[in-house]
């Protein structure tokens, strides 16, 4: 196989040749081209390469080739790694230091820092994507360039499915928080793995073995938390509220004042600080000859250590694990293998929010119907988005994974107090008519704030209401949608709607028709929305433990 990085010259290259050169991703690649418009940074990694390359067995590692023209570099390529900066770090310090000035986020890939740096981002990306159109159709692009999730997306109308979003932030998180929970993750496997999001905008909602769900445990273990990165970086009453755990760059978001404050106060930016250390690293490198692997580990090592150091406290070091490397470049070479055909992965990708799932003339398959349904990977977001969530890759491509435990819900439910509910329907399986004299709905919510809105209400109508207040901050709001004069499916929606966090969540019930149910519920990652049960003993089970119940 050919691999073509553009950004042959970036600072993280020697990780990509390093797994390509040992270990499971050994041998993937015969030959790796490196692209790049500095002529100066790609002598640099080239000394570099050539480094590492004297460790190993002769042969061990792929033939280098540099280039400085991008149709030479794509010419024959059946891989593509994107990993550009337009502007340099120089465009980064900017894009920090102008936020900051004016006391907001100036970050990389968030706040104000982060929509310069996309804007800077995708015109080039894009014309590298045409040119991909025309020098190699087949390839697939795996960008890393940020910010990822922006980048990914603008990039999605010119090459469709062949282009994969890579970051190792979720990832990290996943496996950290698995460590601390003692939750052993089969290796190409998300079974029991629950996270969505945005890049750098996630949270992971799930972490079962076994069948049993360890994160609650772990939220509830300071001692725990205190293993990793992101279980330091929020705090216990916070995660406590949310009951999953965010991303490490959720941080800007849920701590924003302290974020600023600890840029500012720290002199200069981490594009400044970067942007010093390349400045007298590169030439160094390139004149190192056999220590210029040596000399670039340190410098990596350095840099890590650097990461994030706004949201540390004085004298906490990062985790060993995540400053000994071996992150985005391998979740990249394990799609790069699935993509090729060295067998199907689970990994945390970058890709439309869209699920493809065989539709069923039953519940149980999760369809209404026969054929082919696209249902959102993350409900509430267009299908055209592209969203971080945990991916199958083949050769066919990157299609998210269809969480059932988080939309799916069961027709008969165990209560609270363990018994049964048998479902009441009425005569054909039909919905009662909202117009039919003596229907009583009910509606009932519970939620992580352990209160009951008033939305219980008896009435011939469908339509119920609860509202917001202080104590409990959750509306809820039914609608009943019914074709008129046609005998088919009835559906009603439930919308529900978190004031504060600005989140929503749609419950979707839908009568078919000769006593056969389906139900869906959209939206919620565990612990962040209610239960809800409503009429004729029908429970949907939410994201908590309890349980709420409707009678007719």
Same mark, same amino acid.
């Not at 109308?157 to 929970?181: F, M, T, W, Y």
């Not at 939750?183 to 999001?197: F, H, N, Q, R």
């Not at 992580?448 to 209400?457: D, H, L, R, V």
């Given at each position: #196989?050919?691999?073509?990085?553009?950004? /042959? *010259?970036?600072?993280?290259?020697?990780?990509? &040749?390093?797994?390509?050169?040992?270990?499971?991703?050994?041998?993937? %690649?015969?030959?790796?081209?490196?692209?790049?418009? !500095?002529?100066?940074?790609?002598?640099?990694?080239?000394?570099?390469?050539?480094?590492?390359?004297?460790?190993?067995?002769?042969?061990?590692?792929?033939?280098?080739?540099? %280039?400085?023209?991008?149709?030479?570099?794509?010419?024959?390529?059946? #891989?593509?790694?994107?990993?550009?900066?337009?502007?340099?770090? @120089?465009?980064?310090?900017?894009?920090?230091?102008?936020?900051?000035?004016?006391?907001?986020?100036?970050?990389?890939?968030?706040?104000?820092?982060?929509?310069?740096?996309?804007?800077?981002?995708?015109?080039?990306?894009?014309?590298?994507?045409?040119?991909?159109?025309?020098?190699?159709?087949?390839?697939?692009?795996?960008?890393?360039?940020?910010?990822?999730?922006?980048?990914?997306?603008?990039?999605?109308?010119?090459?469709?499915?062949?282009?994969?979003?890579?970051?190792?932030?979720?990832?990290?998180?996943?496996?950290?928080?698995?460590?601390?929970?003692?939750?052993?993750?089969?290796?190409?496997?998300?079974?029991?793995?629950?996270?969505?999001?945005?890049?750098?905008?996630?949270?992971?909602?799930?972490?079962?073995?076994?069948?049993?769900?360890?994160?609650?445990?772990?939220? @509830?273990?300071?001692?725990?938390?205190?293993?990793?990165?992101?279980?330091?970086?929020?705090?216990?009453?916070?995660?406590?509220?949310?009951?999953?755990?965010?991303?490490? &760059?959720?941080?800007?978001?849920? !701590?924003?004042?302290?974020?600023?404050?600890?840029?500012?106060?720290?002199?200069?930016?981490?594009?400044?600080?970067?942007?010093?250390?390349?400045?007298?690293? &590169?030439?160094?490198?390139?004149?190192? *000859?056999?220590?210029?692997?040596?000399?670039?580990?340190?410098?990596?090592? +350095?840099?890590?250590?650097? &990461?994030?150091?706004?949201?540390?406290?004085?004298?906490?070091?990062?985790?060993?694990?995540?400053?000994?490397?071996?992150?985005?470049?391998?979740?990249?070479?394990?799609?790069?293998?699935?993509?090729?055909?060295?067998?199907?992965? $689970?990994?945390?990708?970058?890709?439309?929010?869209?699920?493809?799932?065989?539709? +069923?003339?039953?519940?149980?398959?999760?369809?209404?119907?026969?054929?082919?349904?696209?249902?959102?990977?993350?409900?509430?977001?267009?299908?055209?988005? %592209?969203?971080?969530?945990?991916?199958?890759?083949?050769?066919?491509?990157?299609?998210?994974?269809? $969480?059932?435990?988080?939309?799916?819900?069961?027709?008969?439910?165990?209560?609270? =107090?363990?018994?049964?509910?048998?479902?009441?329907?009425?005569?054909?399986?039909?919905?009662?008519?909202?117009? +039919?004299?003596?229907?009583?709905?009910?509606?009932?919510?519970?939620?992580?704030?352990?209160?009951?809105?008033?939305?219980?209400?008896? +009435?011939?109508?469908? @339509?119920?209401?609860?509202?917001?207040?202080?104590?409990?901050?959750?509306?809820?709001?039914?609608?009943?949608?019914?074709?008129?004069?046609?005998?088919?499916?009835?559906?009603?929606?439930?919308?529900?709607?978190?004031?504060?966090?600005?989140? @929503?969540?749609?419950?979707? %019930?839908?009568?078919? /028709? =000769?006593?056969?149910?389906?139900?869906?519920?959209?939206?919620?990652?565990? /612990?962040?929305?209610?239960?809800?049960?409503?009429?004729?003993?029908?429970?949907?089970?939410?994201?908590?433990?309890?349980?709420?119940?409707?009678?007719?």
């Amino acid at each position: #196989m050919r691999l073509t990085i553009a950004g /042959g *010259g970036g600072f993280r290259v020697p990780l990509v &040749y390093r797994a390509l050169s040992a270990g499971p991703f050994a041998g993937l %690649v015969r030959e790796l081209v490196l692209y790049d418009v !500095d002529p100066a940074r790609l002598a640099a990694i080239e000394a570099v390469l050539a480094s590492l390359a004297r460790q190993g067995p002769p042969g061990s590692g792929p033939q280098i080739r540099a %280039v400085s023209s991008l149709p030479e570099a794509l010419d024959g390529a059946d #891989m593509v790694f994107a990993a550009i900066r337009p502007g340099g770090t @120089a465009g980064r310090t900017a894009d920090e230091r102008i936020a900051l000035d004016l006391g907001l986020l100036g970050q990389e890939t968030t706040g104000a820092g982060g929509i310069s740096y996309a804007l800077r981002s995708i015109p080039p990306m894009l014309r590298l994507a045409e040119e991909m159109r025309s020098r190699c159709p087949g390839a697939w692009l795996l960008n890393f360039t940020n910010p990822a999730g922006m980048v990914t997306e603008a990039l999605v109308p010119v090459l469709g499915p062949k282009v994969i979003g890579i970051c190792d932030s979720a990832s990290g998180l996943v496996h950290r928080a698995a460590r601390a929970a003692g939750v052993a993750l089969p290796e190409g496997t998300l079974d029991g793995v629950g996270y969505y999001g945005l890049n750098h905008l996630g949270w992971l909602y799930r972490l079962e073995a076994g069948g049993r769900d360890a994160l609650p445990a772990l939220l @509830a273990n300071p001692a725990a938390l205190s293993e990793f990165e992101e279980g330091r970086l929020f705090s216990p009453g916070l995660l406590a509220s949310l009951g999953c755990l965010p991303n490490e &760059y959720l941080f800007y978001y849920y !701590d924003t004042v302290r974020a600023v404050a600890g840029m500012r106060a720290a002199g200069q930016t981490r594009g400044e600080s970067i942007a010093r250390q390349q400045a007298e690293l &590169y030439p160094r490198l390139a004149a190192a *000859g056999a220590e210029a692997f040596a000399l670039w580990e340190d410098a990596r090592r +350095s840099r890590e250590e650097g &990461y994030l150091a706004e949201a540390r406290t004085s004298g906490e070091r990062r985790d060993e694990t995540d400053l000994a490397g071996g992150g985005y470049e391998r979740v990249a070479l394990a799609a790069m293998r699935a993509l090729s055909g060295g067998g199907a992965a $689970d990994l945390i990708l970058n890709t439309r929010n869209a699920v493809t799932t065989a539709g +069923s003339a039953g519940p149980e398959a999760g369809g209404a119907g026969s054929g082919t349904q696209v249902v959102p990977a993350v409900p509430g977001l267009p299908a055209d988005a %592209v969203v971080e969530v945990p991916c199958r890759v083949t050769p066919d491509g990157a299609g998210p994974v269809r $969480d059932r435990r988080n939309w799916s819900c069961c027709g008969a439910s165990r209560t609270s =107090n363990g018994s049964w509910w048998r479902r009441r329907r009425p005569a054909g399986g039909r919905l009662p008519s909202p117009r +039919s004299p003596g229907i009583r709905s009910w509606i009932r919510m519970t939620s992580p704030e352990n209160c009951w809105p008033a939305m219980k209400q008896r +009435s011939r109508s469908w @339509a119920v209401s609860g509202t917001a207040g202080r104590s409990c901050p959750w509306a809820l709001t039914a609608r009943q949608h019914q074709r008129p004069a046609v005998p088919g499916p009835e559906t009603l929606q439930l919308s529900v709607h978190h004031v504060q966090a600005h989140v @929503a969540q749609l419950w979707v %019930v839908e009568r078919l /028709g =000769n006593g056969r149910e389906h139900l869906e519920a959209h939206g919620f990652p565990r /612990g962040h929305g209610p239960d809800i049960a409503f009429h004729d003993g029908v429970e949907l089970h939410g994201p908590e433990t309890g349980v709420a119940r409707g009678v007719e």
